[in-house]
């Protein structure tokens, strides 16, 4: 080798994107990335990545980078040292406890860093801090899939792997646009699809890629989800076609459950939701006819006012077919972020200790409190949807968020705003001045993915480890490092020098993780939990049991509610989510040069009947109003969406064009997952064309 090629190096890496998780190696001289190489040995994606993992790593060295803390002074930031920021943000912590107690502060969490990082702002919630009021954002896309699987098969998770996926004889994908959302997952999806039959089902508002080559596409009513499947599901036990052995040995609750589908005839679905008799008896017999049936869902079904019965419904279709527990069948709530399986499983949420054990279990806080030599809360804390309502009725005085663009991402944005306002303190940790940082008082600068070591857990449950590829830049520093040194300055006495000791910690811990250890997830190795005490992944869940006491799964009867609608004069339906080429709000994607140019800005897509009906084409500028605000859009005019339907990608250029200046503060009963998409707004024809 020359010289010149001496200075390349070469570093695995897991992407920053998606839950898919695929895993490459950088290749870098200096500071410069020169390509990413995939490798046939990566488990999830060999040699494939999508264009966010191929191209979409410019802002790691963007100019826009914070690289010193910032402290607010008056209206403006000034740049501040370490110890500056610290000593402020100790001696507020500090007398907002005093003053308040420590349920005065909310800690929100990112599902864009490490497990470790995860796993350590939890513990400084808890045990330095003194609070459970701790969450992530997966308050805002799956919890309410957790949810409704922990009720029926006792775990959040996927069921299996992508492989399962790829070997099932029948996928079913409902409320989810893989494509988009999940590529390299749906390119496995297509391949299995053409070469080995298999049967696809797709059943959404849009007419998506996926959707597109579907053996049978359902366009059903918005937010009818619930009834179709229960319809569907009461047929196929009246014809027979339940999967009897499976439930008589492996399931609780028939009798009670059957009862529960009373009202729930074809009839009564043709009539709610749109689709026809011939349909919903085409997909029963599809479903009853499978060997195997696997389904796949996301933010369509989750971000409902029942997301959580949904998600519940979903669960006990599987389970009366008999489709848990072997290859190729099970659950698989998509998860949107790289890490937000991972945020969930190591603790920041309110009510679980890390690896899914309840923070009201006597035992499992004695365990913690032992091993952290500290009294910890029992009480579960707030979650995000409550601290912000929190913060309105003045009883939450501080919040710490890091890696969250919550002014752009929570519903009904203007009222999250007019919360941040009120805070006494506000401390935001980021890579970038975000949108959430305006309303802070002190601004941390912390590392991106590829500045750091640690690991990270895709949608199948897989964990990977991340290796540094550069130093931090400028001051910035790894968001645990940063932890570390806040619970220091609050009094605490950590001293980790690495993550893997974090991990290590974690594992001795929390059950779930018995066995995880950086040793054993060298290089491109990983393990999928739970993973037992000599290092044994389980890559398919229920195969001899569930996590419940007697071994069974349960079927959770539920019920439907009428969609929620503000009024006659809101005549459209809005949904909004994902594209392929942006990443989410778009704060990290356009950073990169190579995507903005492809895709500059969201666009309204509108159908050609609807345009036709208010005179506009391709190009035209509208204001959509919906109850809480509104937004000027330019409109694409396209067959994707049907009649009064639209939608719109959540990334945003501007903040004012933002998606969440129109969606609601309505959230799913359960979990409080905002009903982003049930939104009705109307239109206002500024330019034509
Ligand atoms: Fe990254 Fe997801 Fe694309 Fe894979 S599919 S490269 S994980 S964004």
């Given at each position: 080798a020359t010289m010149r090629e001496d200075r390349i190096s070469r570093t695995k890496t897991v992407c920053t994107?998606?839950?898919?998780?695929c895993s490459f190696e950088v290749w870098t001289k200096d500071r410069e990335i020169l390509k990413i190489q995939p490798s046939p040995?990566?488990?999830?994606n060999g040699i494939s990545t999508c264009i966010k993992g191929k191209?979409?790593?410019?802002?790691?060295?963007?100019?826009?980078?914070?690289?010193k803390p910032l402290i607010r002074k008056g209206e403006r930031f000034v740049e501040a040292t370490w110890e500056e920021a610290l000593t402020l943000i100790s001696s507020k912590l500090t007398g907002i406890k005093e003053q308040y107690?420590?349920?005065a502060m909310g800690f929100i969490s990112s599902s864009k860093c490490t497990n470790e990082e995860n796993y350590l702002f939890q513990k400084l919630a808890r045990?330095?801090?003194?609070?459970?009021n701790v969450d992530n954002c997966s308050r805002y896309c799956q919890s309410p899939a957790t949810a409704g699987l922990m009720r029926t098969?006792?775990?959040?998770?996927?069921?299996?792997?992508m492989e399962d996926i790829a070997q099932s004889d029948l996928v079913f994908v409902i409320g989810a646009n893989p494509a988009e959302s999940h590529p390299v997952l749906a390119t496995r999806v297509k391949r299995a699809h053409k070469l080995h039959n298999q049967t696809l089902i797709v059943a959404d508002l849009r007419k998506h890629e996926l959707a597109e080559m579907a053996d049978l596409f359902l366009h059903p009513?918005?937010?009818?989800d619930i009834v179709w499947l229960n319809a569907v599901t009461k047929y196929i036990i009246e014809q027979g076609w339940a999967d009897e052995d499976f439930i008589r040995a492996r399931v609780n609750g028939f009798e009670k459950f059957v009862k529960s589908?009373?009202?729930?005839t074809i009839d009564y679905a043709v009539e709610h939701t749109g689709l026809t008799k011939e349909q919903l008896i085409e997909l029963a017999t599809t479903i009853s006819k499978a060997k195997s049936m696997c389904i796949l869902w996301a933010m369509g079904v989750?971000?409902?006012?029942g997301g959580t019965e949904t998600s519940t419904a979903i669960s006990n279709l599987l389970l009366v077919t008999g489709?848990?527990?072997?290859?190729?069948t099970g659950a698989y709530p998509l998860r949107g972020h790289n890490n937000v399986q991972g945020a969930c499983d190591f603790g920041t949420?309110?009510?679980?200790?890390?690896?899914?054990?309840?923070?009201?279990s006597d035992e499992v806080r004695a365990r913690y409190e032992k091993a952290w030599a500290t009294p910890l809360p029992k009480k579960p804390g707030l979650n995000n949807h409550q601290i912000v309502e929190t913060i309105h009725s003045g009883k939450i005085k501080g919040m710490y968020l890091f890696g969250e663009e919550m002014g752009l991402v929570d519903s009904n944005i203007n009222y999250v705003h007019e919360a941040f306002e009120k805070l006494d303190f506000f401390v935001v940790q980021d890579i970038f001045f975000s949108k959430t940082a305006q309303f802070a008082d002190v601004v941390l600068p912390a590392a991106p993915s590829l500045e750091k070591d640690g690991t990270f857990t895709n949608t199948e449950r897989r964990i990977q480890r991340l290796y540094k590829?550069?130093?931090?830049?400028?001051e910035s520093k790894p968001d645990w490092e940063i932890f570390q040194e806040v619970a220091n300055s609050l009094g605490a006495d950590w001293s980790y020098s690495h993550p893997s000791e974090i991990m290590a910690e974690a594992a001795s811990l929390a059950p779930l993780f018995a066995g995880v250890s950086y040793e054993r997830l060298e290089n491109w190795q990983s393990q999928l939990w739970p993973?037992?005490?000599?290092g044994t992944s389980t890559p398919?869940?229920?195969?001899?049991?569930?996590?419940f006491e007697d071994g069974k799964a349960k079927l959770f009867p539920v019920e439907w509610r009428e969609p929620y609608h503000p009024g006659e004069e809101y005549d459209l339906h809005l949904n909004n989510g994902r594209m392929?080429?942006?990443?989410?709000?778009?704060n990290l994607t356009y950073q990169s040069e190579g995507i903005t140019h492809k895709v500059p800005e969201p666009w309204l897509e509108v159908s050609p009947e609807l345009a036709e009906e208010r005179g506009i084409e391709t190009g035209a500028l509208v204001r959509l109003i919906s109850p809480y605000g509104k937004v000027k859009l330019r409109v694409w005019v396209t067959d994707h969406v049907k009649g009064k339907e639209l939608y719109l990608p959540m990334?945003?250029?501007?903040?004012?064009?933002?998606?969440n200046r129109l969606?609601?503060?309505?959230?799913?009963?359960?979990?409080?997952?905002?009903?982003?998409?049930e939104m009705s707004v109307r239109m206002e024809v500024i330019e034509k064309t």
């Open positions: 994107y998606c839950g898919v998780g040995e990566a488990p999830v191209f979409g790593w410019d802002f790691v060295n963007s100019k826009e980078r914070l690289t107690g420590a349920d045990s330095v801090y003194g609070t459970n098969v006792g775990l959040g998770g996927d069921s299996g792997t009513k918005p937010s009818s589908l009373e009202k729930f989750t971000q409902h006012l489709n848990y527990g072997r290859p190729g949420m309110p009510a679980w200790m890390p690896g899914y054990e309840p923070v009201e590829v550069f130093e931090p830049l400028g993973v037992k005490k000599d398919l869940l229920y195969e001899d049991q569930f996590p392929l080429e942006h990443f989410h709000e778009g990334n945003t250029r501007e903040e004012s064009e933002a998606v969606t609601s503060s309505y959230h799913d009963f359960i979990t409080h997952t905002p009903n982003y998409k």
